[in-house]
């Protein structure tokens, strides 16, 4: 049977808790009709929590399912779930920041993001060589704080494959040439007058909820540079 995991985390990223249904149990995990667990994906980590009172250690996507890794057998096909809003909050507060940290870096300094790690206390992206100094990273923190201060509310919509390609900023799609063909719709993120990018982790709704930004360190090698953050 072909089943594709209803994605509640993307209809409403505050969600906490909800009621679902076992659809598919394999080995160490079961698969559910809808879920607000996020599974490890787009460089955002994994979401964790209860399914009744059964503690949920990793997420994982297998195509258009999501497979809840569990610590015990779920005896029951009807669940209920609870994420660990904690660790979630700190993800999707990560996420928005580095939309907001590479959309600062492709403005002010035309460089482009290759690719980015959420994780709860610290966060990374990978970028074209950029030597960061204190100079740059002054640059980016003070237009980071900027950002929050303004408070802007974040856009989300869909937008055709082609069109998404069309409207978005060339250095701001590299992701999407890796997506499989049969991905028509894509949906965009925007933080309008910074960054527009197609993206399906969570974020939070306005900038204001970001705390300020810290640039922990950052390293060179294989010619990029990865810059490292935290929010404070
Ligand atoms: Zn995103």
């Not at 870096?105 to 290759?114: D, E, P």
């Not at 509310?153 to 590299?174: C, H, V």
């Not at 197609?198 to 204001?208: D, I, P, Q, R, Y």
Request: net charge neutral; with cysteine.
């Amino acid at each position: 049977m072909i089943f594709m995991t209803v994605k509640l985390y993307l209809q409403d990223p505050y969600m906490k808790k909800f009621d679902a249904n076992v659809v598919r149990r394999g080995d160490g995990f079961v698969v559910l009709d809808k879920t607000a667990f996020y599974p490890k994906s787009g460089g955002q980590d994994y979401d964790t929590g209860v399914l009744n009172s059964v503690r949920v250690l990793r997420v994982e996507r297998d195509g258009d399912d999501v497979l809840h890794y569990t610590d015990g057998m779920i005896g029951s096909d009807s669940v209920s779930g609870e994420i660990n809003w904690n660790r979630r909050y700190s993800l999707m507060k990560m996420h928005t920041a580095q939309h907001m940290v590479s959309g600062i870096i492709a403005k002010r300094f035309k460089i482009k993001t290759n690719s980015v790690s959420i994780e709860e206390s610290e966060s990374a992206i990978k970028i074209a060589p950029l030597p960061v100094d204190t100079g740059v990273k002054v640059d980016i923190t003070e237009d980071f704080r900027e950002l929050v201060m303004k408070r802007i509310p974040l856009r989300f919509y869909e937008l055709g494959r082609q069109e998404a390609l069309k409207n978005l900023d060339p250095m701001r799609t590299s992701g999407i040439q890796k997506l499989p063909e049969v991905i028509k719709k894509l949906r965009v993120v925007e933080i309008p007058g910074i960054d527009k990018c197609a993206c399906a982790g969570t974020h939070v709704k306005n900038t204001f909820e970001l705390g300020q930004l810290e640039i922990t360190r950052s390293e060179e090698k294989d010619n990029e540079t990865t810059i490292y953050f935290r929010l404070i």
